[in-house]
């Protein structure tokens, strides 16, 4: 009996001195028996395609070995979640385009379902004991697309952000010793330089009006300044301030003063491209996504497409570039919160900031992206990005307060439709303005000013 009680008293021993400091084996058995935190991320498949999203789970994967992560990714996801999300099943992490029409990100800012993010850029950085807000280029977080409320509470989370403003060649430019214009004044003195040589000065996608927006509001936030908010959060007679009606004059001085490219109004995005690069027109608005869907076949020998700002009321008013992209959100009802926040840290690393230059010609919203990205742009791309400091052009991130539910007027289709008109003679600025306010005072009925 003292024996068989030795034996069990020397297991016992044996047993919690294992526990205390487990060998190799005992190791890996409990490394194969904890279970994986989970991670899901929703993606919207888009420029950079699903190689890139691949790698980025990899790359997280190494350094954060105990997520298990699963991706969804598809040209359409927000569809797909759509019914995921009304189910209770919403995913932790969406990534989303600005201009999605699926409109899932839209409803989730309306029913207040995002979770709120200002832990995450107040807190530190992914590689980095900085603060994360500290890494992200000025002015993007505090912008509508980020903080949607109008609180300055942080909901959304700007990504790969994509300049857009007046498309030119470059070479055209060189040959003709033409500077690019900084006012208005000298935006139409160029074209009547342009009328000279048998150019147009302007055309535009009349058949998708909304690009228009990548001229018409850094235009007006140069002209409103510190007002500018008062535009995206819908404010009472904004639209009548004589700041705006100056800028939407411009507007309709390139039809009244012979400058618009005929056949304007019934082009598509591939027939104003395709005018551009014979070089019958100088200007058009576009931006980066241009690079992907441009046939080399259309363009003149020595084509160079660049981008330049907006033109403003005086020389010495504050230059804008339109800047748009993806949106990162968390749904307020996402099962794994942290997971997701870590993930979104990381997206922000100097790390992946290069692996989005290298697949994808893309620029990380972080302050130092372009420096880091330079060695893997494409001097098209490369050229495109330097906007914002050779044009001395600050970005202006694109987007509008939330919209309350019970409404169905949308801000693009009220200040861009009626452009055919505009465009025609067949509406002035005043009448043009009138319209958007019109509109803009029956969506603050539901305001609570």
């Known amino acids: 009996m003292k024996k068989i009680t030795r ?45 890139f999203w691949d790698e980025a789970v990899r790359l997280f994967k190494s350094d954060n070995p105990e997520y298990k992560v699963t991706l969804k990714i598809g040209p359409n996801i927000g569809d797909v979640i759509r019914p995921d999300i009304i ?4 995913p932790d992490f969406i990534c989303i385009s600005g201009m999605d029409p699926s409109g899932v990100v839209t409803a989730l800012i309306q029913n ?10 107040h807190g530190p950085a992914y590689d980095s004991t900085d603060s994360l807000k500290d890494k992200i280029g000025d002015g993007l977080l505090s912008s509508y697309k980020c903080a ?41 003195a160029l074209g009547e330089a342009a009328k000279k040589e048998g150019l147009y000065l302007f055309t535009y996608q009349g058949m998708y009006p909304f690009y228009m927006e990548n001229l018409l509001l850094p235009a007006l936030a140069s002209a409103l300044g510190s007002d500018y908010g008062k535009i995206t959060n819908f404010s009472p007679d904004i639209w009548q301030d004589e700041r705006v009606l100056y800028v939407l004059e411009q507007i309709t001085r390139i039809y009244s003063d012979a400058h618009l490219l005929p056949g304007s109004i019934f082009a598509n995005h591939i027939d104003v491209k395709a005018a551009h690069m014979q070089d019958s027109v100088l200007f058009f608005p576009g931006g980066m996504g241009l690079l992907a869907e441009t046939d080399a076949a259309y363009a003149k020998t020595g084509y160079q497409m660049s981008l330049a700002p907006a033109p403003v009321p005086q020389a010495d008013d504050e230059r804008f570039v339109a800047t748009r992209g993806e949106q990162f959100s968390i749904p307020l009802a996402a099962k794994n919160p942290d997971a997701a926040k870590l993930f979104l840290r990381f997206l922000y690393s100097d790390r992946m900031a290069e692996l989005y230059a290298k697949r994808g010609d893309a620029l990380m919203s972080t302050k130092d ?10 001097d098209e791309a490369y050229r495109m990005l330097r906007i914002m400091s050779d044009g001395n052009a600050n970005p202006l991130l694109i987007g509008f307060a939330a919209i309350p539910d019970e409404t169905n007027i949308a801000p693009c289709h009220e200040i861009y439709g009626p452009l055919a008109k505009v465009m025609t003679g067949k509406m002035d600025a005043r009448q043009w303005a009138n319209g958007i306010e019109q509109a803009f005072s029956e969506m603050r009925c539901h305001y609570d000013y």
Not at 112 to 121: A, I, M, P, T, W
Not at 165 to 183: Q, S
């Open 7 to 51: 034996y069990f008293l020397m297991i016992t021993i044996i047993t919690a001195i294992a526990a205390c400091a487990p060998g190799p084996e005992a190791a890996d058995l409990q490394a194969i028996s904890k279970p994986k935190q989970e991670l899901t991320l929703a993606i919207c498949e888009n420029a950079y395609g699903r190689d």
């Open 87 to 90: 189910a209770g099943k919403a």
């Open 112 to 121: 207040h379902g995002l979770l709120e993010l200002d832990d995450v850029f």
């Open 148 to 188: 949607p409320y109008g609180d300055g509470k942080i909901f959304l989370a700007p990504g790969a952000i994509a300049p857009a403003g007046l498309v030119y060649n470059k070479t055209l430019f060189n040959e003709h010793g033409w500077d690019l214009p900084v006012t208005w004044n000298d935006f139409f």
């Open 369 to 378: 992206a372009l420096t880091i990205a330079r060695p893997h742009l494409s």
